[in-house]
Nanobody, 128 residues
Framework: LLHLVESGGGSVQAGGSLRLSCLFS????????MGWYRQAPGKEREGIAA???????TYVHFVKGRFTISKDNAKNTLYLQMNNLKPEDTAMYFC??????????????????????WGKGTLVTCSS
């Protein structure tokens, strides 16, 4: 059974960088489509970066050019490199995965009920 474990969150000043990691424990990362969502206080959970089953990637417009999703199959780990962070990026960040053979767009727009597996989240705080 797949278990997702996020790490790498923290507090940074505006303009800073963080790299989030998500360990795929109990299963092989190559068997899943996957992505990152975030949820700010009082707001809905939203997809921000995704990777499809064949390795295609996509991003929500407001992180494009600043965030990069990648994975290391040997380490069974998904990453989210976040550069030029802004205060509005402050949120809980969640790793998600699904065993469906699907595109990055599917992951980005499926929402909470559309994805099979979720981590518990890691908090990112960006101050001005």
């Amino acid at each position: 059974l797949l278990h997702l474990v996020e790490s790498g969150g923290g507090s940074v000043q505006a303009g800073g960088s963080l790299r989030l990691s998500c360990l795929f424990s109990g299963a092989n990362i190559t068997d899943y489509c996957m992505g990152w969502y975030r949820q700010a206080p009082g707001k809905e959970r939203e997809g921000i970066a995704a990777m499809g089953s064949n390795g295609d990637t996509t991003y929500v417009h407001f992180v494009k050019g600043r965030f990069t999703i990648s994975k290391d199959n040997a380490k069974n780990t998904l990453y989210l490199q976040m550069n030029n962070l802004k205060p509005e990026d402050t949120a809980m960040y969640f790793c998600t995965a699904d065993s469906a053979r699907a595109s990055a767009d599917y992951v980005l727009y499926s929402g909470y009920n559309g994805m099979d597996y979720w981590g518990k989240g890691t908090l990112v705080t960006c101050s001005s």
